[in-house]
């Protein structure tokens, strides 16, 4: 991916959404992948592909839990393609349960 500004642009930063690794530039949504991908790691190469997509989706959510702790349920889930239920479930497996007034 290319990156351009237009001459007026000050600042010319990278968005607080990329992050650099090992010299790499990578966006929000591929670190997302990244992180689904990494969930994977372990599992069997011949388990369903059921199982392997719900392996991936819990992987990605709590990236966005970790990355983000105090953003709200709804918004992880909207980003995630998920439900809220998901998202609090996975909030519940990190020890991450918002105390709720």
Known sequence: MTVSF???????????TW???????????????MAGE???????EDAP?????????????EFEIKRDPTR???????SCGTSIVSVRKARERLGLVEERG
């Open 19 to 33: 992050t650099e690794q090992e010299g790499e530039l990578y966006c929000l949504s591929c670190r997302r992948e």
């Open 49 to 61: 592909s059921q199982e392997r997509q719900q392996i991936r989706s819990k992987a990605r959510i």
């Open 6 to 16: 237009r001459s007026d642009v000050e600042d010319t930063s990278l968005p607080s």
């Open 38 to 44: 990494a969930g994977l790691e372990g599992v069997r």
């Open 72 to 78: 709200p349920d709804n918004q992880i889930a909207k």
